[in-house]
């Protein structure tokens, strides 16, 4: 076989294996086309054929919550402030004379009480002792005076009626002695009134308390040379204290502020729960208005007095002592309001509006008229309607016309107390 023959069957040979390759390949596809076709048509099939979920709307649950009938009735206010307690009275004694102190009370010590007209210090008497025995001396000598000036003016009224002659009145007086006369008689005066004053020393040098007192500070001891400045004892009154309670103006109308002496405050109970517990309290009247305002322009105060802040009379000895600057709440009593609706104020909701369960079993989100405000309950005058039922349960969010329920089916529980009064107040 020779070359070229060769070469010519490697040619025809050369088609042949290619035209084989393409067809392989194209089975290859074909296969793989129908794997992916069939497995296509099978999912299509199994998501004609498979059961379908249907979405619904859950029930809807109502809301079990508790109510209370709403009670229209007759509440008396009380507007709850803050005060703190200052004396009614109170004095620093200086005394009137200057002098050595000789004498000092066992009762002149910080915190003792001491009775009205008690001798709390003397002075040492002597030197005005014997002022007042200079002064009576000065006093008989110029009486002795006057009487000899009258006897000498009867005797030339004699001569000048024995005269028997018309003067004028300049001459009638000279002669008649009045001039001398009217000196006698002041220089008597002045010397009554120096020994007076003598004696007026004199007492001065003995120092009493001025009114029922207790000793905040004493500033002698005894042996002190004292002036007309110094300074010997302080002393508050027992008798009363006050508490200056600030109120704001609105709060203003439900107290009775007397106008006069004889008229009556507003009745008020102090309370310190601090210092004497939470059941203790010590009762109080208002006094008066006092005529000024905070420098805000929105509080002015109220001065209300209590008797016997320090329980020394025998009926108040086992009531609690009302300390000068203590911080204490005053309750006072306001006037009545009538046809009102108590709600405690956990249950007055934002915008001033209750929850009311209303005949349909839903929620009513109802706008009231507030009357009255206080921290533990407001009183209502419009907006509800005698035995509603007020939603007690606090709902996270709450829509209006939302289904509610109460526990058992029942109607309601009972309603929550709402006391005769209600505590602090604003409008």
């Known amino acids: 076989m020779t070359a070229d023959h060769r070469v010519r069957q490697d040619r025809q040979k050369k088609p042949r294996r290619w035209f084989r390759t393409l067809v392989g390949l194209t089975l290859r596809l074909l296969i793989a086309a129908a794997f992916i076709l069939g497995a296509l048509a099978l999912y299509r099939y199994q998501m004609q054929t498979s059961p379908r979920a249907v979405r619904r709307k859950p029930p809807t649950q109502a809301r079990l919550v508790q109510v209370a009938p709403v ?13 703190p307690v200052i004396p009614a009275q109170q004095v620093m004694l200086r005394p009137q004379v200057t002098g050595q102190i000789v004498e000092i ?49 009867a005797v030339a009224r004699r001569e000048y009626e024995l005269l028997g002659e018309e003067l004028d009145d300049d001459d009638r007086e ?3 002695r009045e001039p001398q006369r009217a000196s006698a008689e002041a220089a008597y005066e002045s010397a009554q009134a120096a020994l007076q004053r003598a004696e007026l020393d004199l007492a001065r040098c003995t120092i009493s308390a001025p009114f029922n007192a207790i000793v905040q500070e004493k500033s002698v001891d005894l042996g002190a ?16 204290a006050w508490v200056r309670v600030k109120v704001p103006l609105h ?58 802040p320090f329980c020394l009379r025998p009926e108040n000895r086992d009531q609690p002592q009302v300390l ?31 929850w009311i369960m209303n005949g349909a079993g839903e929620l009513d989100i109802r706008p009231v008229q507030i009357v009255f405000r206080g921290p ?32 058992g089916g029942g109607e309601s529980r009972g309603a929550p107390p ?10």
């Open 71 to 83: 009670q229209r009735g007759q509440r008396a206010t009380t507007v709850t402030q803050m005060g």
């Open 105 to 153: 009370a066992p009762d002149v010590v910080p915190g003792a009480y001491v009775e009205a007209g008690r001798q709390l210090f003397a002075i040492d008497r002597r030197d005005y002792e014997i002022a007042v025995h200079q002064r009576r001396s000065e006093v008989v000598r110029a009486l002795r005076d006057l009487k000899i000036e009258q006897a000498n003016q």
């Open 174 to 176: 000279m002669v008649l």
């Open 225 to 240: 040379t004292v002036s007309l400045t110094s300074n010997l004892v302080t002393l508050i009154g027992t008798d009363e």
């Open 251 to 308: 709060e203003l109308q439900w107290i009775t502020i007397p106008r006069r002496n004889d008229d009556l405050g507003s009745e008020v109970t102090i309370r310190n729960p601090m210092a004497w517990g939470a059941e203790r309290s010590r009762r109080g009247r208002v006094l008066r208005l006092l005529g000024e305002l905070e420098p805000q322009g929105l509080l002015t105060q109220v001065l209300v007095g209590i008797a016997d």
């Open 324 to 354: 000068v600057g203590s911080l204490v709440s005053a309750e006072i009593q306001g006037r009545t309001l009538d046809a009102v609706f108590p709600i405690e104020r956990p249950y007055v909701r934002d915008d001033d509006t209750v």
């Open 376 to 407: 533990t309950h407001i009183y209502v005058d419009g907006g509800l309607t005698e035995n509603e039922k007020l939603v007690l349960t606090d709902i996270a969010a709450p829509v209006a016309g939302m289904p509610l329920r109460v526990p």
């Open 418 to 427: 709402a006391g005769p009064t209600i505590e602090g107040g604003q409008r």
